[in-house]
């Protein structure tokens, strides 16, 4: 499987073209710490395309919400073409998503999937509840933990009105704080799902990629498989390592003769931190916090759930402005191409959801073994 490298590689950076990607929705204000994003993109049965992700306004979690709104609002969006124009079709604030009494201090990512059960959206959110006892005493005044919600509803239109019931969390320190869901359909069980995630230990001092599969008994529960589906890596992506999507990629061009392959972007960051550098040394986005750049990773769907590097020194994926900050791809297959979302530092240093649509023909183009 080593010789798809190259033609993998080439077609994933023709996808998340960092020069031709398009606006698809703004922040709601142009500067550092706003942005939208963290969802993806799914298309209903009516063929329309529908979009989530949540507002985030400046903020910073180390000196609590005081500091700022952060995570503030989850968002769908409609649209009648992979590009949009997209509009927005309802939303709910922090105070909505709370459940069982407990306040929302902040919302982060969000994942949309459509299912035989109807459709299904994924949700983490900061909650303002104590730390377990053993490590209470490490928990910074006005933050909270973070775990991961399910809402269910017949179809996307009923999601606002249906209620909301946990699905994932952890309470071991070195995996506390579960968020950013990316639902998936199970590469080798036909007809079912899976749930990527990502968990950082009760100090944020890492950031990690998990999987979970649905509890066998009713409910909205997922039980927690590994907490290590990707483990960080060793250059770049050596403090963070978070998958944010799979990309079955069409079986076309050297893919038609090959087992099924799926592509798995992640987001990658060297630091938490940024770091202070020699002024002499060669300038390049490191990756930390909030600013993180991008990575990818790919397998055989009937070998899931491994998967192996194809970003092993650096990254793949940079923005040319602001921060370099590219991360939380999302992609959707259609059968008129691939469209590819993201978040994408701007020089104002905001992160609008960018995207950007490789037509079929394009990516057959793209697949085979020469052009």
Known sequence: MTDLAPILTRFAAALVDQDQ?????????????????GGDVVRDVDGSYWLCGRYRNHGDSRTGTGAGERGLELALFRAGSPLGPWEKACSWSKA??????????????????????????????????AFPAPLRDFQKPGTGWWDID???APTIEDLKAAPVRPCVGSDEGATLHVKDPVAIDHPRVAGGSALIFCSHPFSWASSNTGLAAPSAGAGSSFEIETFELLPRGPVWDVAATRVTDRLPVPPLGRLAVAPRVSLYFYDGAECLRALDENPAAVKRPRGYSCEEIGGLAFGRDD????????SLDAPLFTSPRGTGCSRYVSTLVTDEGVLATWQQSQDDLSQPLVGHFLPMEEVERLLRAEF
């Open 21 to 37: 990607a398009r606006v698809l929705v703004e922040p709601q204000q142009r500067g550092e710490g706003f942005w939208f994003g």
């Open 96 to 129: 909505e998503l709370a459940r069982d009494g407990i306040e929302v201090v902040s919302i982060e990512g969000a994942s949309l999937r459509l299912g035989p059960a109807g459709a299904e959206l994924f949700v983490s959110t900061e909650k303002a509840r």
């Open 150 to 152: 399910l809402v269910t």
């Open 303 to 310: 070998a899931f759930p491994a998967l192996q590097r194809l």
